[in-house]
Nanobody, 126 residues
Framework: QLQLVESGGGLVHPGGSLNLSCVVSGIAFATYGIGWYRQAPGKEREGVGCVGDGPHSTYYSNGLEDRFTISRDNAKNTVYLQMNSLKPEDTAIYYC???????????????????WGKGTRVNVSS
């Protein structure tokens, strides 16, 4: 059974860090691109970034690469989202999503990912 399970969210003070995980099961993980998205209260879902084969196929939205880093461990079927220097505006539910690697970048930008997790909540507040 296909599953994407996010974890690692929680309450953090401004300036703090969190490392989110997305564990994927039920698909051939190495053949899929993985994207991270977030949805803040009262706002539309937006892309955070995505990863294909590795660090040279990692892309970020809206300048987030200054503070966020996406990595994947194919041996563990896991993708990570390391978030540093968190700001209150980073408060959101964070989702991971999967799509086959062929054309994954356009699928990421167009929100046409095939599989979605249920999200993990991040709250940045003092």
């Amino acid at each position: 059974q296909l599953q994407l399970v996010e974890s690692g969210g929680g309450l953090v003070h401004p300036g703090g860090s969190l490392n989110l995980s997305c564990v994927v099961s039920g698909i051939a993980f190495a053949t899929y691109g993985i994207g991270w998205y977030r949805q803040a209260p009262g706002k539309e879902r937006e892309g955070v970034g995505c990863v294909g084969d590795g660090p040279h196929s990692t892309y970020y939205s809206n300048g987030l690469e200054d503070r966020f880093t996406i990595s994947r461990d194919n041996a563990k079927n896991t993708v990570y989202l390391q978030m540093n220097s968190l700001k209150p505006e980073d408060t959101a539910i964070y989702y991971c999503a999967a799509v086959e690697k062929r054309g994954f970048l356009s699928a990421y930008w167009d929100f046409r990912m095939t599989y979605w997790g249920k999200g993990t909540r991040v709250n940045v507040s003092s």
